[in-house]
């Protein structure tokens, strides 16, 4: 592995170990809501709603994140909703990649006709594995910390709670409450590294303009300790319920251009760029997030991907 490409990942491992920060970040969070709350609903029976997102980081930083995800989830009854998420990330070209595996369960509350809460828990594995094999440090050439890979998995749980209602919805949750120890005290070294808690607020609004036109604001934040607030505002426009377009900015980091297009009624496709506005701009062009979003209509009820005007 080349040198720089080491210095790179003692960079992003120091700043996990001295700022907290491990989740991955999202730019299109509003279509990849289940990953983040385990008390999202969408209130659609007979619907499975599949997504999936890819998102390449820091493009042309050597050995910059990858982060895939992707989850199912579905309604079972008026009152009952479950599902599945996987989160895969990578940094460094597999010299630190983590597997989240998680099943989520959500319970909705009926507040009033048009008022809904849902509460949620998730529960799963972290597989945390290192491969240091061919790492050249000048600097601490006989560093053992770096001598032993590590493959070790972990038991993990959430919570969430999710209030909506047709035109709106404010969520908080922890995906990850347990806090894991990835790396110890062995033979007298000292490694320091596990999970953090961290804690999400999403929320958004959806303005009928008119018969064609829906505006979109929406915004999440994200707070860890040790770390500061990552704050993420956007503003979407989607035209006749089928194509759709806005920007982001995530404060003191970066700015983003988005898209999506409902390809049919159950499929829709989307792509976000980032450009980043800190000094770290200067070693790389930007990150790229697309995201794909499937509905299979088992009772074929024929109302698709926009049954409400929701970011879902």
Known sequence: ??????????????????HGQQDPQYTQYMYNMSVVNPAYATDAPGMIRFGALYRSQ?????????????????????????????????????????????????????????????????????NFDTNFNGFRLP???????????????FPNVGIGAFYFRENFYVGVSA??????????????????????????????????????????PSVMAKMVSGAPLTLDASLNLLFNNTFEGGISYRFEDSVSAMFNISVTPFLRIGYAYD??????????????????????????????????????
């Open 58 to 126: 820091w493009l042309n930083a050597i050995g910059a994140p990858t982060t895939f995800s992707f989850f199912a989830h579905t309604s079972l009854g008026e009152k009952v909703e479950t599902g599945i998420s996987v989160i895969s990330d990578d940094i460094g070209d597999g010299a630190l990649k983590e597997n989240n595996i998680y099943a989520d369960f959500a319970y909705v509350l009926r507040l009033s006709e048009k008022d809904k809460l849902s509460l949620g828990i998730k529960g799963g594995i972290t």
């Open 175 to 216: 995906p990850n409450l347990l806090t894991s120890k990835h790396l110890e005290n062995r033979n007298g070294i000292n490694r320091v590294g596990g999970e953090s808690t961290h804690i999400f607020l999403t929320s958004g609004y959806v303005y009928q303009i008119n018969s064609t036109l829906k505006v979109k």
């Open 139 to 153: 600097e601490f050439q006989d560093d053992p910390a770096f001598n032993e890979n590590l493959n070790s998995v």
């Open 275 to 312: 450009y980043v506005l800190s000094n770290l701009g200067a070693f790389e062009s930007g990150s790229h997030e697309i995201f794909t979003l499937f509905d299979l209509d088992l009772l074929r009820l024929g109302k698709g991907y926009d049954k409400s005007p929701r970011f879902y």
């Open 1 to 18: 592995m080349k040198n720089n490409s080491c210095h790179l990942i003692i960079i992003i491992l120091l700043v996990h170990v001295l």
